[in-house]
């Protein structure tokens, strides 16, 4: 089946723009989290959904940071105003259920790099 | 607070040698998991195998074995017979509840794993 599948693979912002990740859960998937990973380092949770409800976003680096799932499927993470630090890889991976039982299965990420 | 050490960054090895990558895991809950993923250069993060707190049995499943051990609060795993398709980054991470059905995964640094033929 189907995994996980996110867009753009690759994004290219000027300082100050804005620009939105999507990713495509594992159909059937409740839980979708995000993660960021720096150059050369593991990935950092950023926020959790379970379905359309954003239980967790206590990763989320700044408030200019934003992310939905507004029909519990397909979710958006939105940068404004990207800064230089912002340059990483979001991942996006989703697990069937909401329990520690559940493997995370990844997306291939969206590499960002602002100029 | 959740805490995943990899002291391995580099690791390179000839083709057909085995190979260990160490992991060591800090957490004050009694109910975890632990898994381990394989970064490619495609940059997709690949699920390997899962072990939870309660089981210390150690397994072999082809190629791949693990040795868990919660007295010195290790986790680590091994490639049999090393391949140059194995090179990529191998992580090791921790899952503990975080309450609200959440059990975000905490990742060490990655070890990068060469294999030369």
């Known amino acids: 089946g189907a995994g996980v599948s996110q867009s753009p693979r690759y994004k290219v912002a000027k300082r100050g723009q804005d620009v939105a990740l999507r990713c495509d859960p594992i159909s059937g998937h409740v839980s979708l989290f995000w993660y960021q990973q720096a150059l050369g380092q593991g990935p950092e949770f950023l926020t959790y959904f379970q379905n359309e409800a954003q239980l967790d976003k206590s990763g989320l680096p700044s408030d200019r940071f934003f992310a939905e799932r507004p029909e519990g499927s397909v979710s958006t993470l939105k940068i404004q105003r990207t800064q230089q630090e912002d340059s990483a890889v979001y991942l996006c991976?989703?697990?069937?259920?909401?329990?520690?039982?559940?493997?995370?299965?990844f997306g291939p990420g969206t590499r960002l790099t602002v100029l | 607070a959740q805490k995943v050490t990899q002291a391995q960054t580099e690791i390179s090895v000839v083709e057909k040698e085995d190979v260990t990558l160490d992991c060591v895991y800090e957490?004050?809950?009694?109910?975890?998991?632990l898994f381990w993923y394989k970064q490619p250069p495609s940059g997709e993060l690949v699920f390997l195998i899962r072990?939870?707190?309660?089981?210390?049995q150690n397994e072999i499943s082809g190629r791949y074995s693990w040795n868990f051990q919660k007295s010195t609060s290790s986790f680590n795993f091994t490639i049999t017979a090393s391949q140059v398709v194995d090179s990529a980054v191998y992580f090791c991470a921790l899952s503990v509840y975080s309450g609200g059905s959440n059990y975000k995964l905490t990742f060490g640094k990655g070890t990068l794993l060469t294999v030369n033929p």
């Open positions: 991976a989703s697990s069937s259920m909401g329990g520690n039982t559940d493997t995370q299965y």
């Open positions: 957490t004050r809950d009694t109910t975890y998991y």
């Open positions: 072990r939870n707190s309660f089981d210390e």
